[in-house]
């Protein structure tokens, strides 16, 4: 049982939907006793309208005996099937999915995206309003997404799942250089139990408490939490940035972390980009190269 968690509300834009989880960066993380659960789950992030990948990871995830599906957000943005992936995910994941910056950009005028990002950003916004299935799926898909919250703590764990990192939950970056920028880090591990959970650079890795990052090679795609503050990015389904254009996402059993990659029919993904004058054609080469 997952709860959203609330802690924070300002003067957030709250036109369009008034039932928007308005969370703040003060994070009260209160220590958990115990492990991490017997419960097998599925973390998924960053698809980015990429229902090609999106399907294979889902049917992985079918073949793993997963509990349950969390999705860290960005369902939207870049790619040519926004409507289909939130199908897929409400489906999936309802309860168990935060608002990722893309996501925020569909809903609220974007800030700080260059050129291709907010024509794709204005893209997705049209096919939401003007998506198949009618206007009660239309309504649905928009209800879905403005009453999405910032961040997740399930009752029984020491973890905390968000977007970006824990003092921001949907616009900070955490790099895998920033290990070098203790302040930084420090910040971060201080705001947290025990472990996060992380999308939002599309990069998939481990940040330890000794400020290391391990990539999924470097730990052989399964790598064995400890007994210290651990955040762990999923990396991206639909627009993975790591040079290995093969989706990815991540299963958390007991303390073990495993990275899945998995190829899929990216030439049909770059078609339909082509094919889309609003998406440029940039973000279809870059799935091939992974970047
Ligand atoms: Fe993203």
Redesign the pocket.
């Given at each position: 049982m997952l709860r959203p968690v609330t802690l924070y509300c300002g003067d957030y834009p709250t036109s369009r939907f008034e039932n928007l989880f308005c969370i703040g960066s003060a994070i009260d993380c209160s220590p958990h006793l115990g492990r991490v659960q017997d419960l097998k789950r599925a973390l998924i992030?960053?698809i980015?309208g990429n229902l090609e990948a999106l399907r294979v990871v889902l049917d992985d995830i079918c073949d793993q005996d997963i509990s349950e599906i969390v999705c860290l957000?960005?369902i939207v943005?870049?790619g040519p099937n926004p409507c289909e992936c939130l199908d897929e995910i409400m489906q999936r994941c309802d309860g168990r999915c935060i608002l990722?910056?893309?996501d925020q950009a569909a809903l609220f005028d974007p800030d700080g995206f260059n050129p291709v990002a907010l024509r794709a950003v204005y893209w997705t916004r049209e096919q939401l309003d003007t998506g198949h299935g009618g206007r009660n799926r239309v309504v649905a898909r928009w209800d879905f997404l403005g009453e999405l919250p910032r961040m997740l703590i399930p009752d029984d764990d020491d973890l905390l799942f968000v977007?970006g990192s824990p003092r921001e939950p949907t616009n900070e970056y955490v790099f895998p250089e920033d290990i070098y920028n203790h302040r930084k880090m420090d910040t971060l591990f201080g705001l947290i139990s025990k472990y996060c959970f992380q999308?939002?650079?599309?990069i998939p890795g481990i940040f330890t408490s000794q400020m290391e990052f391990v990539t999924p090679e470097d730990c052989g795609y399964r790598y064995q939490l400890r007994d210290e503050k651990t955040m762990i990015n999923v990396g991206?389904v639909?627009?993975p940035r790591d040079n290995d254009p093969r989706c990815c996402y991540v299963i958390l059993d007991g303390d073990w972390v495993i990275f899945r990659r998995l190829e899929y029919p990216i030439d049909v993904v770059r078609n339909k980009i082509y094919a889309v004058d609003s998406l440029d054609n940039m973000l279809g080469d870059r799935l091939l190269a992974g970047r």
């Open positions: 992030s960053d980015h957000g960005d943005g870049y990722g910056n893309h977007h999308g939002h650079t599309h991206s639909g627009q």
